[in-house]
């Protein structure tokens, strides 16, 4: 079994350069099923998540040919499968993504129930509210949700919680809609308005991408297009708590600064230095790590996929620090991996209180999710000894070549066998 070994290193200096957005690439290549021409894509990230969802939409019949190492062409002349098998939507849930553009195209689906996975339960009630209220009949059979209409009618749409999965779905089945749809309470995450610009570069009428309120008017037809992906926030988010942990500095380019403020806003109480230019960052640290109280909220406040690794990096501050997870009902997993590092953390419900300390110990721990895995790396790089890190499989679904990234900026990172 592959694991990652990293060993104590010093302060992580020079540049880092962050990949195409995984939660943007993943709606815009569902999206793709939206027209029978041919999308051009740009900035591709070399990830699990990503060889997954090409092979559900080879499935649905795409042709895909890669240009180059981060382009590719995508190609839905016809759907000869409107299934998404379990299987597929248990490795990667996003794929339950296919529903809205395979209803926009051929009225009808049928998608597995995707289940549990380990950050919670992760419902999708709001999906499903959405696509009644917009004409289309939905039934579970053994597993599995079908979804039909004769015609999909523009309507208006309230989100009881802004889920950006909903949100995505809901904007690739109404751009198609008889009439306007109006949602409401929306998702206003950057993956977001990036999907609605690429549906709209191929024609679609998407307006208030961005905002609470987004409105839909149903075109006839979308036509092919070609287009770049946003750079990762969350892959930039992750290198910058790295400068700051091992008391270095990192040059961060393709960031768009705009997309990563709340993380910023916590590095600076943190006592870190950091500095925006148009497309990078800059984080130095300034010697100190110190405690600061975390609430993840819905963009544009702190993002759930930052909460492990800034975790990690107030288990090592001067001070106790709350962190309140609202997103996601079991995202501490990796508490019980840093508690196994020597980390003083006490969870009580979705709350977590953060002792901090002057030293980790590095011993075997598992990556639990994509983003536990990522904080686990960053502790290995400060913990004293050697860390070995298991189920990197995990790793692998949302960041393109962590070790040599890291290793480049002066990690001592290995794969192992
Ligand atoms: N929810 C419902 N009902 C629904 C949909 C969502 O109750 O129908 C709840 C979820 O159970 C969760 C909350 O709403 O408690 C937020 O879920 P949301 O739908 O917003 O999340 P998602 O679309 O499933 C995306 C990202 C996640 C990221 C969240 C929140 C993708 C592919 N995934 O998930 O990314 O954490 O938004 O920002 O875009 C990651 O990259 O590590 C990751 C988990």
């Not at 998404?84 to 395979?102: E, N």
């Not at 297009?225 to 961060?252: H, K, N, Q, S």
């Not at 984080?283 to 996929?305: A, C, E, H, Q, W």
């Amino acid at each position: 079994m592959e694991t990652i070994i990293v060993k104590k290193s010093g302060a992580l200096n020079g540049h880092l350069k962050v990949n195409g957005s995984k939660n943007s690439i993943l709606p815009i290549l569902a999206a793709s099923l939206l027209t029978r021409e041919k999308c051009t894509l740009h900035e591709i990230p070399d990830l699990e998540d990503v060889h997954v969802m090409c092979d559900l939409l080879s499935n649905l019949g795409a042709k895909i040919n890669k240009t180059n190492n981060n382009s590719l062409e995508i190609q839905v002349e016809n759907i000869i499968n409107y299934e998404a098998p379990y299987d597929l939507i248990s490795k990667l849930r996003a794929s339950f993504l296919v529903m809205g553009p395979l209803l926009s195209r051929i009225n009808k689906a049928k998608v597995s129930m995707p289940g549990g996975c380990a950050i919670g339960t992760r419902p999708i009630d709001l999906h499903l509210k959405g696509f009644k209220n917009l004409n289309v009949d939905i039934n579970f059979n053994r597993g599995y949700i079908q979804a039909q209409t004769e015609d999909i009618i523009g309507n208006n749409v309230y989100l009881d919680f802004p889920s950006v999965g909903a949100t995505e779905n809901l904007m690739m089945v109404a751009c198609t809609a008889k009439g306007k749809t109006i949602i409401e309470n929306c998702a206003e995450e950057p993956e977001i308005i990036d999907l609605a610009n690429f549906i709209n570069s191929m024609g679609g009428k998407i307006e208030g991408a961005g905002t609470k309120t987004i409105t839909i008017v149903g075109v006839d037809e979308l036509h092919g297009t070609e287009y770049t992906v946003i750079p990762d926030r969350i892959e930039a988010g992750t290198y910058m708590v790295a400068a700051v942990l091992t008391g270095g500095e990192l040059y961060i380019d393709n960031v768009i600064p705009a997309h990563v403020q709340p993380v910023i806003a916590k590095l600076r109480e943190v006592g870190a230095e950091v500095v925006e230019s148009r497309n990078s960052v800059m984080v130095r640290s300034k010697g100190m790590i110190n405690s600061t109280d975390i609430k993840t909220l819905p963009y544009p406040g702190f993002p759930t996929d930052m909460q492990a690794q800034f975790m990690l990096l107030l288990s090592l501050a001067n001070g106790t620090s709350v962190i309140n997870e609202t997103i996601f009902e079991n995202r501490f997993m990796h508490a019980n991996e840093l508690l196994r590092m020597g980390a003083n953390i006490k969870i009580e419900g979705n709350t977590a209180i953060v002792n901090g300390l002057n030293s980790l110990t590095g011993t075997k721990v598992k990556a639990t999710d994509l983003r536990a895995g990522a904080a686990l790396i960053l502790a290995g790089l400060v913990a004293d000894g050697e860390t070995e890190i298991s189920e990197i499989h995990h790793i692998k679904r949302g960041y393109a070549d962590i070790v040599e990234k890291l290793q480049a900026v002066g990690a001592n990172i290995a794969y192992s066998m």
